[in-house]
């Protein structure tokens, strides 16, 4: 079973903390990461790609643990604009191939 | 440009009527899905294409048809409704390999009563 496990959430944090989430997949030949993020009754959207070395985007920092089969995704300086459900989510493979996701961690920032 | 595009967005069914969500893109892209979202259950592949006139299944296809005629639209047939398809239906596509990640339309919400 093609599984993706995410910290239930929610996440209830002021304004300016930093928060991390985490998530783990059971298919080792996974071949790509991401985190989406989705808000309220809209699409999910592309938040950031995943790499083995890491990466940022500003507040937001991923990581990869091929060894462990785990990702996270840390948020410096939350804002209330980032309050949203984050998804993580892995394709099955290389290529155009399914993306497998987690059920999400509601992120909920607080004035 | 409008990426991906669905159709209708709001749709209300009565059980065992059929029906047909529309999925267009104009991003050339060659894979296209469609995915169902319900409460508690995250996202659930249907139904995937990886270029006209190929088609698999995914996790969740029974009482789910599609097919690929062309490369911007994967239609999404509900041979017979049932309150059980009830939930919201999104199309997803990608293009140049899946590292670059996946567009999804704004989605369709079908009631089934």
């Known amino acids: 079973r093609k599984e993706v496990e995410q910290d239930p959430g929610p996440f209830n944090v002021p304004e300016g903390a930093t928060v991390a989430f985490n998530c783990t997949y059971s298919?080792?030949?996974?071949?790509?990461f991401f985190w989406y993020r989705q808000d309220c009754r809209k699409e999910p959207k592309l938040l950031m790609s995943?790499?083995?070395?890491?990466n940022e985007d500003g507040r937001f920092t991923a990581q990869l643990n091929r060894a462990s089969q785990y990702i996270s995704l840390l948020i410096r300086d939350s804002k209330l604009s980032d309050s949203a459900t984050y998804l993580c989510?892995?394709?099955w493979g290389s290529g155009n191939t399914p993306l497998v996701f987690g059920k999400g961690t509601r992120l909920s920032v607080i004035a | 440009n409008a990426g991906v595009t669905q159709t209708p967005k709001f749709q209300v069914l009565k059980t065992g009527q059929s029906m047909t969500l529309q999925c267009a893109q104009d991003?050339?892209?060659?894979?296209m899905s469609w995915y169902r979202q319900d409460p508690g259950m995250g996202l659930r592949l249907i139904h995937y294409s990886v270029g006209a006139g190929i088609t698999d299944q995914g996790e969740v296809p029974n009482g789910y048809n599609v097919s690929r005629s062309t490369t911007e639209d994967f239609p999404l047939r509900l041979l017979s409704a049932a309150p059980s398809q009830t939930s919201v239906y999104f199309c997803a596509t990608g293009g140049g390999g899946g590292g670059h990640g996946y567009t999804f339309g704004s989605g369709t919400r079908l009631t089934v009563v």
């Open positions: 991003m050339n892209h060659e894979y």
């Open positions: 989510v892995v394709t």
């Open positions: 298919n080792s030949a996974s071949q790509s």
């Open positions: 995943v790499y083995s070395s890491g």
